[in-house]
């Protein structure tokens, strides 16, 4: 039996325990000197590192401006974001981060803007190693440019990116061993991505492409839309996080499961009957940033209220149950 407190090991990455902080966008931050990463991302993710978290996934980050240092990649981000990674593994988390490709209708891209897009998803993931990240995630999920790709029925392309899954997935894989080439053996390269898209077996069929062009981890959350299919009885959570157990049955490699997990017992279950080989906390991590060390410890969780206006998305100061955790303005 599998326990939370089990390390993992990816790429020779040793993982120390099963808890993932999700990506998440902290849109009521901003950086200094006009930056967008700053003192107030360092603060938040070293206290969810600090807190016990095994792996910490960077929210999304947009590849455009990795080729010439612009955009989220600026001096004063990159300094940020080295900060972030040097803390992080001060405390022992293995950090990644969450490459962005924007929100763009693929059917209308020419050559050359999938060329430029996939020049800048392969400097990204040069840039973050080269910072000190122990790896990227590709942000193929929620509806966004890559997800787009992969989903069957929005992809009408007739070249070599739509069709069948393996075309679907080449957006990523066709550069993969570029990426692979320009970087570090133990970079780890993972994909974020749902298992609707639009039917069960075209998420399975993707997925199972990405194993075969070597990603190392799959973190299932939802394609173009969340999933209202019914989970099996027992189940005690959302079909969303039904598609991270149905997927991890379907390939070799570890896999994230993420949506609505909440408490030591959630966490366990998954864990213990191996259902997948890490869960993924979101808005439990943001009400209780060391969410990952109470539930080791089985200690009482700060939990997210539920109120369903994650005012994370607007000012985080406003979260019910992370006021009294609430960083720094
Ligand atoms: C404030 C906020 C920001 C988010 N930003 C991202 C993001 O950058 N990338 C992403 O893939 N998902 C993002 N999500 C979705 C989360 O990663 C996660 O899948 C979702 O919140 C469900 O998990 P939870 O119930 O544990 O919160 C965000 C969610 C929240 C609440």
């Given amino acids: ?41 360092i603060e938040h993710y070293t206290k969810r590192a600090k807190g016990g978290t095994g792996l910490i996934i960077v929210q999304a980050t947009s590849v455009f401006g990795a080729l010439y240092s612009t955009g989220m990649w600026s001096v004063d981000d990159v300094a940020a974001l080295k900060q972030i990674a040097n803390n992080c593994h001060k405390y ?56 787009k790709f992969l989903d069957a029925s929005y992809n009408r392309r007739t070249d070599g990116y739509g069709g069948d899954a393996l075309n679907r997935a080449r957006i990523l894989t066709k550069i993969l061993p570029d990426i692979r080439n320009n970087i570090h053996k133990n970079f780890i390269i993972g994909v974020r991505m749902g298992e609707y898209l639009p039917e069960s077996r ?35 959570y959302s079909p969303i996080t039904w598609s991270g157990c149905k997927i991890k049955k379907e390939v070799n490699i570890p896999v994230i499961a993420v949506n609505e997990i909440r408490t030591e017992e959630q966490v366990r279950f998954l864990i213990e009957n191996n259902y997948v080989d890490f869960a993924a906390i979101g808005r439990g991590m943001l009400a209780d940033p060391e969410f990952a060390s109470h539930v080791i410890n089985s200690e009482p969780v700060n939990m997210c209220s539920e109120c369903k206006r994650c005012f994370w998305f607007t000012n985080h100061t406003l979260c019910p149950a992370g006021s009294q955790y609430s960083d720094n303005q």
């Fill in 92 to 147: 022992g988390a293995t950090i990644m981060m969450q490459l962005h490709c924007g929100n763009m209708d693929i059917n209308r891209l020419s050559d050359e803007e999938i060329h430029s897009m996939q020049m800048n998803m392969k400097q990204a993931a040069i840039r973050a190693s080269e910072i000190g990240f122990d790896g990227v995630e590709y942000h193929f999920a929620h509806g966004f440019t890559l997800c």
């Fill in 1 to 41: 039996m599998a326990r939370i407190t089990d390390e993992l090991v990816i790429r020779g990455n040793h993982i120390k325990n099963r808890i993932v902080m999700a990506p998440m966008v902290t849109f009521s931050f901003h950086g200094d000197n006009r930056s967008y990463y700053g003192r107030q991302h």
């Fill in 202 to 236: 075209d998420g399975i069929e993707a997925a199972r492409a990405f194993e075969k062009a070597g990603i190392d981890l799959l973190h299932i959350s939802f394609g173009m839309q969340p999933p209202t299919h019914p989970v099996p009885e027992g189940f005690i």
